[in-house]
Structures are given as C-alpha cells and as structure tokens.
C-alpha cells in the first residue's frame, strides 16, 4: 500500500473526528440531550468509510472498467427517486437525500464517483476520437448535461459545480483541445448566470459574501461568525473545545463550516496544517496517476485525475467560503466534515487510487515473474 497517501487520509480523517467532536458537543445536547451524538455518528460512518476502502482497494481496476455504465445508470437512477415527492427527503428547501432507516443516501455524492468511473472508462475505449474530433468531446457533454439538470433540480448548486469542473478537466486531461473546453465552458458559465439570479436566495447568497455587513443579522450572518472565528484563533488557537463561535454563534458548525471552528481552535498553524495535509494529499492521488499513465494504465490515470479533481474542488470551495473568498455554498470538506455519505464516497475513491497505485508498483515484478 502507497503509506504516505494512507496516511495522509488517515490524518484528515483524525483530524475530522476530533472537530466534529468539539464543534457538535453542545449542538447536540440542545438537540438531542447527548453531547456525543454526532462523535459516535461520525464514528460509525468512519467504520463503515474505512470498510469500504478496503472493498475497493480489493477490487480489481478492470471491474470498474467494464461496469463503468451500471455505475453511471444507477446514479441516474437515485438523482431520479431523489426528487418524488414522498420518497426523497426535504431538508431546508433542497430535497437531495433518500432515507433508509435512521441513515440517509445523498445520491449526489454518488453521482460524483459514477462520473469520474464512467468517464475515464469513455476516454480509454474513445482516445482517438477524444483527442482529434469534436463528437469526442460533445458525446459526454450529453451525459453530463442530464446529471447536472437532476442536480438542479434538487437544487444542489455545489454538487453541480464540483461534477462539471472535474469532467472538464478530466477531458481536458485525456487531450481534447483547450478550445473545445474553454467554448464548452463558457457556454456552461453563461447558463449558470441566469439560474444564479432565478433564485432569490442565489443572489441574496451572493449579495452576501460580497459585503455580508450590510446585513450582518440575516443573509451575511453565518459568513461573519465564520470570520469572526478565524480571527479569534489568532497563531495557535483559543484550544480544543474552547470555540465561541460554535456556541450557536456559527448555525450547525460540525457541518460545512467545521474548518472555521477548527481555525479558531488551533489558529494558523492548525489550519495550515490541515490544508497541508490536502496539498500532500492531492499531490500523491497525482502521482499516482502520472504513474499509471506511464505504466500504461490510462484508466487507472484517469481515474486518479478525476478523484483529485474532486478533492481539490470540495476542498477548495469549502476553506474559500468559510474564509470569505467565495459566496456561501453546502459543499463538504473531504474525510473532516460530517456527513455519512460524503465520507463513505471519498474513503470508495480513495480505496480506488491506493489500488491503481499498488498495481502500478507491482506491474514490474509482474512482468518479470511472467
């Protein structure tokens, strides 16, 4: 096994269940009179994620290849009983999770994971025609365009951002021409525009992070005791479980804004420790792929492109709006923040390159046993 990306992983995933634990204490007394409720949720999707890392560290990278569609198909499928009135769960205006038993299924998360395996399946069986034609490009523009309409009509505006970002890239990635992505893009951006201003709560959202004290008691309140939070942590941090600001300061602070909580605690150096941890990370899954290009593996490549491009992305988006730098968005911090779903998906990706990684290690021995 590739230890220094494990480890890495590993200690995000620490990283996560010792902020989640801090952040949520006092939520979850008020709610649910058990100061411990979401460390020993999260604790449960923490086994459950490892478990199936290790389902998909065993599992050989030519299955994910040949079953590439039934993947695709079946995301499709849950974005589709997401949205029945009755089946899929309403939270907060947004209907993106299916509830089984006392867990819920976010199929976005899914759908996240499906692309990627879908399409470096497409871009190895279709090179040729990716690399030198334009159908190569437009073909999975179809696919993409019915995944991003189901996730916008959840709404999950992050999902959809994050699934469009790491298929350009992956595509761009795999040889299509710069042009061909750049008008793709464009195109994709100027039809985001209007759905932005559509929604009242989008431009109200985005109203807010360019100047949330003009309304510090409504739309820009949860970006001001996010800041607020990182100020107080100063260069080491108020210290562990000594946050304010998750004393229902900052709304449901174990979620999506688990970093300003964990800023505030362990200041710049803690902070800049985990987004270290994410450059190392990110960097390896990389490696990893260069690796298996060069090896000959190019869906095992792809496939490593694409899940860091996921990461990157959730990353990215999730310290940028918790820090100010871009407009509120639900997106999840990969393996801190809490949440079964993204988590159980992240550790799957994560099985999936720590395999590519160790079959391009042993190729060699491979070849000369044979």
């Known amino acids: 096994m590739d230890k220094p990306l494990a480890l890495s992983a590993l200690a995000l995933m620490l990283v996560g269940l010792v902020a989640i634990s801090s952040a949520s204490i ?41 079953t590439g569609w039934w993947w695709l198909i079946a995301a499709l499928v849950l974005l589709m009983l997401v949205l029945i009135p009755g089946v899929g769960r309403e939270v907060n205006g947004s209907q993106r999770w299916l509830p089984l038993g006392p867990f819920t299924l976010q199929p976005s998360e899914f759908a ?54 790491t298929a350009f890239g992956m595509l761009f990635l795999a040889g299509v021409r710069l042009i061909h992505v750049l008008a793709i ?13 559509m929604e009242p709560y989008r431009v109200k959202r985005l109203t807010a992070y360019l100047d949330p004290w003009a309304d510090p008691y409504n739309s820009g309140f949860q970006l001001i005791q996010s800041l607020i939070a990182f100020g107080r942590g100063e260069w080491l941090g108020v210290g562990l479980g000594n ?12 979620t999506d804004f688990v970093f300003s909580i964990w800023a505030e605690e362990t200041g710049f150096v803690g902070a800049m420790i985990v987004i270290g941890l994410f450059v190392a990370l990110i960097g390896k899954i990389l490696w990893s792929g260069r690796m298996a290009l060069l090896a000959g593996n190019a869906f095992g490549a792809y496939i490593c492109f694409g899940v860091a491009l996921v990461f990157a992305g959730q990353a990215f988006v999730n310290m940028g709006v918790t820090s100010g730098l871009l407009p509120t968005k639900g997106l999840t911090l990969p393996f801190v923040s809490y949440g079964g ?30």
């Open 341 to 370: 779903s993204s988590l159980l998906i992240c550790c799957a990706m994560l099985g999936m390159v720590l395999r590519i990684a160790r079959d391009t290690r042993m190729a060699p021995r491979n070849r000369r046993a044979s």
């Open 112 to 165: 996240k994971l499906a692309v990627v395996v879908y399409l470096a399946g497409y871009m190895v069986r279709r090179e040729d025609e990716v690399r030198e034609q334009i159908s190569g490009f437009v073909k999975p523009m179809a696919v993409l365009f019915a995944t991003t309409l189901l996730l916008l009509l959840e709404p999950d505006f992050g999902a959809t951002v994050i699934v469009v970002v």
């Open 185 to 197: 893009g464009l195109a994709a951006l100027g039809a985001l525009v209007p759905l932005v201003m």
């Open 243 to 254: 946050s304010v600001q998750k004393l229902f300061y900052l709304p449901e602070a174990h």
């Open 26 to 66: 006092e939520y979850a007394e008020w709610h649910f009179q058990n100061p411990w409720f979401h460390t020993q949720r999260h604790l449960t999707y923490l086994i459950a994620g490892l478990a199936a890392a290790a389902t998909c560290y065993c599992v050989k990278t030519e299955y994910w290849q040949r």
